[in-house]
């Protein structure tokens, strides 16, 4: 079965400073990756996903993220945090084994400061 | 109007008390999902269902069960709550068989 790591429990970060939120999965091949956001009180907000392809992905909201298969990971970036990106951050991986289903990381709750 | 919406929003009950949680969807997919979200723990599945005739377990599922009433409404029970079943919970659905999935905006849960 796959597995996903969020090594960061907690991130802060300055207005206007570059966020670089790590991911590193388990799997014996490529998976299906994701990152969603979940603002306080709300619910789960797709980001991006890779599937296949350009191993650089961007999404909504300014942010993207890298598939570096050698080291299993798919690192979340954006060059500049504003205030309104303070959330928790998920990453998740599907795989065809697994009719897809998705297995989630512990989340990275970001915190955005002055 | 949201896509998939759970009712309701927030719930206080006591030990022991049987509870439903609601999901429903108009985003005409076939598989729906429901999940439990502690802290420090991210997101866990506890049951899932692929189609009206098709309901599985996922990894937490005891304490629990499920009714899929029809494609759009699938609908989690908690047959006597304990306190550990304090949790956040969300629905989730699915079309195509790539993992994409659109969540609910959750139901948060208290057992005291």
């Known amino acids: 079965a796959q597995s996903v790591t969020q090594p960061d429990i907690h991130i802060t970060v300055s207005e206007g400073a570059s966020l670089e939120l790590r991911c590193n999965y388990s799997y014996g091949a490529t998976p299906y990756l994701f990152w969603y956001v979940q603002s306080p009180g709300q619910g789960l907000q797709l980001l991006l996903k890779y599937f296949s392809g350009d191993t650089l992905v961007q999404g909504i909201k300014g942010f993207e993220a890298e598939f570096k298969r050698s080291q299993s990971s798919f690192n979340l970036r954006k060059p500049s945090v504003h205030w309104s990106d303070a959330a928790e951050y998920f990453c998740a991986v599907g795989v065809p084994s697994n009719d897809y289903k998705l297995s989630f990381g512990a989340g990275t709750t970001v915190t955005v400061r002055a | 109007d949201a896509d998939v919406t759970q009712t309701p929003r927030n719930r206080i009950t006591k030990t022991g008390k049987r509870i439903m949680l609601e999901c429903s969807q108009t985003k005409g997919h076939d598989r729906m999902y429901w999940y439990r979200q502690d802290p420090g723990l991210g997101l866990r599945l506890i049951y899932y269902s692929f189609d009206v005739k098709d309901i599985n377990k996922g990894e937490i599922s005891d304490g629990y069960s499920v009714s899929r009433q029809a494609q759009a409404k699938f609908s989690l029970s908690l047959e006597s709550a304990i306190p550990n079943q304090t949790a956040l919970y969300f629905c989730?659905?699915?079309?195509?068989?790539?993992?994409?999935?659109?969540f609910g905006p959750g139901t948060r849960l208290t057992v005291l």
């Open positions: 989730a659905t699915s079309d195509f068989n790539n993992g994409l999935q659109f």
